[in-house]
């Protein structure tokens, strides 16, 4: 699986933006898409997931109510709509896609096979 990363950039305090992450390859073998984050000086960290099989996502604590993770399956893309994004929201956005993983997985970014090239997301206060 081939994955693409696209949509950051700068943004205010308060603002919002979208990203995108368009599988390509075996994409039938797809279980879950994630989206990481890492700011510098620090650790990659979980930001939200989506599996391709049903809606229901899970959200870092920080983000949750601010960012919403969506799929479109029949274009193999996965959206991450940020809003009311802050400060520390600023760093080099990551999404990754693994295969068949436990649910006590989904956010650890070991468990993620393929990953993008990364997109960042600049926010000025």
């Known amino acids: 699986v081939q994955l693409q990363a696209f949509g950051g950039g700068l943004a205010q305090a308060g603002g919002s933006l979208r990203l995108s992450c368009a599988a390509s390859?075996?994409?039938?073998?797809?279980?879950?898409t994630g989206w990481f984050r890492q700011a510098p000086g620090k650790e990659r960290e979980f930001v939200a997931n989506?599996?391709?099989?049903?809606?229901?996502?899970h959200y870092a604590d920080f983000v949750k109510g601010r960012f919403i993770i969506s799929k479109d399956n029949a274009k193999n893309t996965v959206y991450l709509q940020m809003n009311s994004l802050q400060s520390e929201d600023t760093a080099v956005y990551y999404c990754?896609?693994?295969?068949?993983?436990?649910?006590?997985?989904?956010?650890?970014?070991?468990?993620?096979?393929?990953w993008g090239q990364g997109t960042q997301v600049t926010v000025s206060s």
């Open positions: 390859g075996r994409t039938s073998r797809i279980f879950i």
């Open positions: 990754a896609t693994a295969h068949f993983i436990g649910s006590a997985y989904y956010n650890r970014s070991s468990s993620f096979a393929s």
């Open positions: 989506i599996r391709r099989d049903i809606t229901r996502a």
